[in-house]
């Protein structure tokens, strides 16, 4: 009897290596969420208030995450580019094309993460894919997002870091003040 114990226990705090491999998965995966400043889905985020600006084009700003450090939605429209080749206009645009590119955007759609007041942010993500419906283009902006899939960028040179971070928004409305 007690030679069968010995052995349920033994086998009991045995290693297969399926429990240190998942463990460090776990683990990794929590350093690189942490690494991309951003989680890798906020799912579907309700509705948002924020600011409407004039940064090179019609810019509208929401808060994501108050912080600190504060993570913040930016859309920028900037006429003449994208799909607002003949002006800044309200309807349903699916993000494709040169929408989806940081240097060719007219439907410009960003996270701006880690920002530091005094600072500056730390990390910036670009969508590649998703659509942005806009019910209003004047002040105030108001409208929604789906299915946003954003990828980190690399400001400078305007491309997507390769093996970089990504995120996701399910869906968000928003209006300026």
């Known amino acids: 009897m007690r030679v069968a114990i010995g052995i349920v ?16 998965a776990a683990a990794q995966m929590d350093m690189s969420s942490a690494n991309c400043h951003v989680p890798g889905s906020y799912g579907d985020i ?17 808060t994501l995450d108050a912080g600190p450090p504060r993570d913040s939605f930016f ?3 900037v006429a003449n ?9 309200p309807g349903t645009y699916t993000i494709t094309g040169a929408d989806a590119q ?12 880690d920002i530091v007041t005094g600072a500056g942010p730390t990390m910036f993500y ?3 894919s998703g659509s942005v419906t806009l019910t209003t283009v004047n002040a105030p902006i108001a409208g929604s997002v789906s ?10 040179s305007g491309s997507f870091v390769t093996g970089g971070c ?3 928004i399910g869906s968000m409305s928003f209006t300026t003040m």
């Open 166 to 168: 990504s995120t996701t």
């Open 9 to 24: 226990t033994l086998a009991a705090c045995g290693d297969d290596g399926m429990t240190n491999m998942v463990m460090d």
């Open 102 to 113: 940081y240097n060719n955007c007219g439907l410009c759609v960003h996270i701006i993460a």
């Open 75 to 77: 859309l920028k429209m």
């Open 126 to 128: 670009f969508a590649e």
């Open 46 to 62: 309700g509705s948002k208030t924020g600011t409407q600006g004039t940064m090179g084009g019609v810019t509208a700003t929401m």
């Open 81 to 89: 580019k994208g799909v607002f080749a003949g002006g800044i206009a």
């Open 147 to 156: 299915n946003l899939v954003m990828r980190e960028v690399d400001i400078n």
